[in-house]
């Protein structure tokens, strides 16, 4: 388990609505082993942006969206705020660069974290190896959220598509993620932002302790 993962269950494990997900997670570390496609974009590929059912746009995230899409207000489930929890964790180890998606009124209503291989150090240490060693022309997403309020409107893979498209400047031609193997939901939204499966994922968990292997696909393609 790495230090962030910890740090989270230490600081929400005492509210009473929030023991559902921290046992499942404890759980599934005891002895599981958890399935997840590492999926990819070339930015060279030709993409038709998807859009949404509301009108968004894309910037770095700034203090004032951090209460919209993170804060764990009382009246959230369980699950959505053991969401914006780990997500809160990221944001407060001050790696990576986070972006919004915003409204018309510039409402943030999506949340996802830009990492490039100069962030490789930090994405070891935070994610516990979690993810491969980005090359320099490779970018990682992380962290997608979209707020309960905001989910059904196709903001995702909107927002997920316009994200990508800021490791252009940086210098990556391609961008990955992860999505597990069981979230067909989000598999789909990916593939409409124009991310497709190129590599299999497997943490491997037995009595706290975590193994990755990665497996890449024969049929991988971006598009």
């Known amino acids: 388990m790495s230090n962030a993962s910890i740090a989270a269950l230490t600081a929400i494990i005492r509210e009473p609505d929030t023991i559902k997900p921290v046992y499942g997670a404890a759980r599934r570390r005891l002895r599981s082993d958890v399935e997840a496609y590492g999926l990819r974009r070339d930015l060279t590929a030709p993409h038709t942006q998807p859009g949404a059912k509301i009108d968004i746009s894309v910037r770095p995230m700034e203090d004032r969206d951090v209460a919209a899409v993170l804060d764990a207000a009382a009246d959230l489930t369980p699950d959505e705020k053991w969401d914006r929890s780990m997500r809160r964790r990221l944001l407060e180890a001050g790696i990576g660069a986070p972006h919004v998606a915003v409204t018309a009124d510039d409402e943030a209503c999506y949340t996802q974290w830009l990492f490039t291989s100069r962030d490789n150090a930090d994405i070891a240490r935070h994610f516990g190896g979690i993810f491969p060693r980005l090359d320099d022309d490779t970018a ?38 992860f999505v597990g193997t069981d979230n067909p939901a989000s598999l789909k939204g990916c593939a409409k932002a124009g991310f497709f499966p190129y590599l299999r994922r497997t943490q491997h968990f037995r009595m706290g302790r975590q193994r990755v292997e990665f497996e890449l696909l024969e049929d991988a393609t971006t598009g």
Do not use: H, Q
Not at 140 to 167: C, D, H, N, Q, Y
């Open 140 to 177: 990682l997403l992380e962290g997608a959220f979209t707020p309960v309020a905001w989910r059904g409107k196709g903001v995702m893979s909107a927002a997920m598509s316009r994200i990508a498209e800021k490791a252009g400047p940086l210098g990556a031609r391609y961008v990955i993620t």
